[in-house]
């Protein structure tokens, strides 16, 4: 009831480099101070969807929630912005958690690289060579090869970005799946992809990685050169993301559904 | 090995009436016998994805599983056909529950009518004026006019069935979700549909019925001229089907959302 | 300016039933006149697509003109309603010729039956049994068997009707192509029709009619449980219909084309 | 009859890297000899359809025909490999006259670059920024703003290869038709391409350049940081294509378009 935790007064804000979201940055830090990320109660983020994934990437370790307003381009996983009552909304809110997915990269030195990924982990040819790939999923063989641009396995959330570009269907944000989708595919050329449990560990190994060598993408985390990708949800990592009454996360998912 | 309740002796077989499976029912009750379904442990069924939907229908009372065995065209949820070992492969088999849907109609009479789905219900127009339907979910306004052919809520079961032939997505067995999916649409015509909870109650108005007549069937159970259907998964009701080891329904709809 | 043939004055009004059609009708009649179709040198269509495609099919025999106006739901081949200025926009306005398809069906008591189609001639079954289609180009076998609920050959004109809402491609007016498109196609799954020359002669074989019947439809002309169905563009018959500058089919469906 | 000008016996023979085309063309040159392209009556290409491409882009300004052998991954372009009868099979074979696309560049350094391209000119984004473009088709605006990976005009020939990979449709190779479609399209996120007359010029202008740089691509030959990019057919040039009777290019796309 009372005394609520929820009585939010520190803030750490960030901004994207857009003038309108520094201009928004300079007027809400003076309105309601800037406290250090570290004592923050929330970290409210201004600008597009970019920033956004960029913040909870950098906060990931933290379990403090985030609060973005919208001064970008694509705003999906933003609120509406308005400079008054900021601290009313951020009491109001409602929070929605996601789990990312955890990429572990070997690339032809042999080398491993692991990075994380709110939307998605995408491969992708890095010359006009279409790449060649092998699928296992779970430890099992399911697609034998694919030429094509590429592959990626989008979460829920990641599911209305890349993957719906590539015709990868929109998945409610609380539905326990992954979205397997080509990217592009010549052969099996009419593929369109699978709808796996998210507790499915998905391999990607690299043909012919020499002639046709391919980036794996966390997110916009890139490593080149790899030859095999593993991705499984990192569920054990838990970001809050607060959004305002009746428009959380899986309403503007299940809307999104329905947009055309 | 011992006295485990899986010792299947008690079989009620049907079939479909074309002939192979007819001559298969004249070979296999000679050699395992045939008590009335009442009695039985087992219902196998002789015959394609039809005869197996017909049964499903026909025992969904009892809980009664039923084991299939391909005679038919199309025999998705149907094991192979031997007619040696089957009562091995029957205490082997694995067993999958699924969950019908349950549709209520209101007719231009205002006559309501109640039918359960194991596929998916379908809308469609009666005459070759496209159909004007309003759709709401758990009571919100979600598509406020389409002019389509019709429209389909499918269960995880049916994904692959009429679902997939309109270019809706297969959706894992377990998967607690319902496709929801536009056949034809005309107006709005890029609308590809959306997933939604398994525990969505998904309400269809049909606008202007007299011009625009639309009948709603339940798998193959059809009421002409409805004004509102509406949608949701049964959870009370479980259907049991018994698959050979290896081949149960996840794996088989997993494996059918690799095959181009 | 002077007397050139395009002084028109002799007008045939012709109006849908719906109350805004039939108003129009009233007071355009009472302005400019109403002669008999024969003497008419322009037809006057006055509703949607529906009265328009009712109007070529009546007056299909005449080389006549007609120039529609919108008061319908759907006006893709109608021009925009005003009451005044019709003697000047008649005048200015821009022909665009197009030819229909000739259908001929061979029904189960092997009768024979022609009908004209304007944007396409389709096959659909008639129960919810599946149709299985066999499909001919110019005598070679080219779909050996569908299941599906049907097929249909669109006209440029016709792509942007019934083709579109099945996922088939917009042809330019110019185009001399036709469009084969499979109406949600359950085996095989992933076929997407085809682009066929406007010379082409198809032949779609109903397999299985007893079982299986289907209906074949020019534009809304309709003949039951169809064997045979044999398709090929009319090119002897050159259907007129005119436009205001600028919104002359080519360009509408150029635009058509660029709308999402 | 006799003495025809088809009695070929000066071949320049060509090979991809492949071992299996290296051995090919030292068992072909030694049996049927090697002359210098200038003096060939027809240029044998050993190799897949990306050898094909290299060869017709080599050879593009002499009129001399090419006649392909499939030893490659891809042979769409190819014939079947065969030692024997060559002589007879290039005297019999079947010519396709195809017209390559011309490609006029502008950089960020203003800079004009020109290319031609048998199958496709693509723009494709340069970094894991989503390109932002605008299309315009003889001088009109067509698409405001669309965000994507790219986009892609193809020719007949060509739209059985990358269009085909992003959902492009397969024109019959004799359409006098382009097609224009948008590769993993953002926003608008459903806009499926378009279908242009092969006389359209298409214009397609790079916004925000510098934040979302972009390649322009004609088949292989890639210009980086366009910022204007036009495309158009380049009907003076044809390329000869030598196909065993029967599987002429006509025939292989409209065999293309039913395969699934």
């Known amino acids: 009831m009372h005394d609520r935790p929820s009585d939010i007064t520190k803030i750490h804000f960030v901004a994207s480099e857009a003038p309108e979201a520094q201009a928004a940055f300079e007027r809400l830090t003076a309105r309601y101070g800037q406290v250090r990320p ?36 694509i705003g ?23 789990h990312p997915l955890r990429m572990k990269v070997r690339d032809r030195e042999s080398v491993t690289h692991e990075a994380l990924a709110i939307n998605e982990v995408s491969i992708f040819r890095l010359t006009y060579q279409a790449a060649k790939l092998r699928i296992l999923v779970d430890g099992q063989l399911r697609m034998d090869e694919m030429m094509c641009d590429g592959v990626l396995v989008a979460t829920p959330a990641g599911s209305t970005a890349y993957n719906l570009s590539v015709y990868g269907p929109i998945l409610p944000i609380n539905a326990p799946l992954l979205a397997l989708t080509p990217i592009s595919p010549f052969r099996p050329r009419r593929w369109r992809g699978a709808l796996l449990s998210n507790e499915a560990h998905v391999r990607i190994e690299v ?19 790899a030859v095999r990708v593993d991705v499984h949800e990192a569920r054990s990592i838990g970001l809050k993301l607060m959004f305002d009454p009746g428009h959380a996360l899986d309403e503007r998912i299940l809307a999104e559904q329905f947009r055309y």
Request: aromatic share 6%; proline share 4%.
């Open 207 to 225: 043909l012919e990685p020499e002639k046709r060598p391919v980036a794996a993408v966390a997110d916009h985390t890139e490593f080149r050169h």
């Open 38 to 73: 570290e004592e923050a109660e929330v970290i409210v983020a201004l600008g597009g969807d970019g920033l956004m994934l960029q913040t909870l990437h950098q906060h990931m370790c933290h379990s403090v929630p985030i609060y973005g307003m919208n001064r970008g381009s």
């Open 76 to 98: 999906f996983l933003m609120n509406e912005y308005h400079e008054d009552d900021l601290l009313e909304r951020l009491e109001q809110a409602e929070m929605s958690v996601i």
